[in-house]
């Protein structure tokens, strides 16, 4: 036992002491830091200035009034004059309004594109226009015409059967549970990505530089395999006991503030969550378990450490596969049966249980289901695994990695008959 200790202390200290793994910590704050100063510079545009030319003036002058965004229209008496300033760089670009009737057309034009920005906020602005001229066609009021874009109202009430059969109305808090579940996918995606790499180069590295043949006189396979195992994991938990912490600390410091009072409302986070979190982070850390189980098979099947990015391909397919049936269906259709059929099927389960679990479109006892088919399935693949991986440090076979697999294999089957 104290060997298994060494091993996995080893490994703990080496990755939480490395600079990725500062970075892995920081890698939030530096992306919502780079997203915010993007967002910030994307708001001002450099074409801003749009000249405008109709052939109603009143439309013109109308349309110069408008206000949408960091744009502004000026009118142009003619499209000569609009070509000229063009030119001169006076204006960024201008539109020519055609005005019959009530049917408005309008064409911009400009030396470069203009992106859908601009393109977009002309086209409302050209449906207002047209709007109008149609209502006053119609001899219809200014209020009459805000009866029309008064749009209809429409909720969502979830509702439950008391055991007297009747209705009760019951709390919805879909909305801020689809977001929790849609970060954990995300944070799940991005830690089997990390640490399925890591495990895996760990393995690798040590089989690439034939030192596992001494390692393997001194300890036992097994030892070895789930001290690695259990160092990674070890690390991965440090990142989620950090984060969480952020979390903790973020929510005491920022639970106050307006907007955050207007998303969440006056519900406290024990009676929003309750068994729907608990759910999630069990999920997630069975996720997490079982992709590196997988990838520390997959990396112990290759030959030297720079091979490892390609025996991890069925780690990257699987959870980008289980990552994107979560999100797209639980965004479209959290009725899906494809999603109902994967939040049972594990390295699929750990994406879809936690977005049905935020729709409502699954039970506790779904859920329960769920975790204990994940559980065994994890367990007898990391049985599996650690049988094979004495075979596997221990095979040199350039023909790939299907190659080195069958042979592990055989080579386990020959030693079970030999036992």
């Known amino acids: 036992m104290s060997k298994f200790w060494v091993i996995a202390g080893d490994v703990y200290k080496k990755n939480v002491k490395s600079l990725s793994f500062a970075i892995l910590i920081l890698a939030p704050f530096l992306f919502g830091a780079f997203f915010w100063v993007i967002n910030n510079m994307a708001s001002g545009s450099?074409?801003?200035?749009?000249?405008?030319?109709?052939?109603?003036?009143?439309?013109?002058?109308?349309?110069?009034?408008?206000?949408?965004?960091?744009?502004?229209?000026?009118?142009?008496?003619?499209?000569?004059?609009?070509?000229?300033?063009?030119?001169?760089?006076?204006?960024?670009?201008?539109?020519?309004?055609?005005?019959?009737?009530?049917?408005?057309?309008?064409?911009?034009?400009?030396?470069?594109?203009?992106?859908?920005?601009?393109?977009?906020?002309?086209?409302?602005?050209?449906?207002?226009?047209?709007?109008?001229?149609?209502?006053?066609?119609?001899?219809?009021?200014?209020?009459?015409?805000?009866?029309?874009?008064?749009?209809?109202?429409?909720?969502?009430?979830?509702?439950?059967?008391?055991?007297?059969?009747?209705?009760?109305?019951?709390?919805?808090?879909?909305?801020?549970?689809?977001?929790?579940?849609?970060?954990?996918?995300?944070l799940l995606l991005v830690f089997i990505m990390t640490y399925a790499s890591i495990i895996a180069q760990e393995i690798a590295s040590e089989k690439g530089t034939r030192i596992m043949e001494v390692i393997l006189s001194s300890t036992k396979a097994q030892t070895h395999y789930y001290g690695k195992l259990a160092g990674v994991l070890l690390v991965a938990l440090t990142q989620m006991v950090i984060y969480a912490l952020m979390a903790v600390f973020g929510w005491q410091k920022f639970k106050d503030m307006e907007v955050v009072q207007q998303f969440i409302g006056n519900v406290s986070v024990e009676k929003l969550f309750g068994p729907f979190l608990i759910f999630t982070v069990i999920f997630v850390l069975l996720g997490i378990l079982i992709y590196s189980v997988l990838a520390a098979l997959c990396g112990s099947l290759v030959n030297k450490a720079e091979d490892t990015a390609k025996a991890i391909v069925p780690v990257t397919y699987l959870s980008m596969a289980g990552y994107f049936v979560a999100y797209l269906l639980g965004l479209m259709d959290p009725h899906s049966a494809v999603l109902k059929v994967t939040s049972y099927i594990p390295f699929f389960s750990s994406f879809s249980m936690p977005v049905r679990l935020a729709s409502d479109t699954a039970t506790v006892g779904n859920a329960v289901v769920s975790v204990i088919i994940l559980a065994i399935v994890t367990l007898f693949m990391m049985l599996v695994s650690a049988g094979l991986y004495k075979s596997n440090v221990l095979v040199y076979n350039d023909n790939g990695f299907i190659a080195s697999l069958k042979q592990s294999i055989v080579l386990l089957k020959n030693n079970h008959k030999k036992a």
């Open 46 to 186: 450099d074409l801003n200035k749009v000249g405008v030319v109709a052939n109603q003036t009143q439309v013109a002058e109308a349309f110069t009034q408008m206000k949408e965004g960091d744009y502004q229209f000026v009118a142009v008496a003619d499209q000569k004059e609009a070509e000229k300033q063009l030119q001169a760089e006076k204006i960024d670009a201008y539109l020519t309004l055609e005005v019959t009737d009530d049917k408005v057309a309008g064409t911009l034009y400009s030396e470069s594109s203009v992106g859908n920005t601009l393109q977009m906020t002309i086209q409302q602005l050209l449906n207002s226009v047209q709007r109008s001229a149609r209502s006053q066609a119609l001899g219809l009021t200014a209020a009459e015409v805000a009866q029309l874009d008064t749009p209809a109202t429409f909720t969502t009430q979830k509702i439950s059967f008391n055991e007297a059969g009747e209705v009760e109305d019951k709390d919805d808090y879909s909305d801020l549970q689809s977001v929790v579940a849609m970060v954990a996918t995300i």
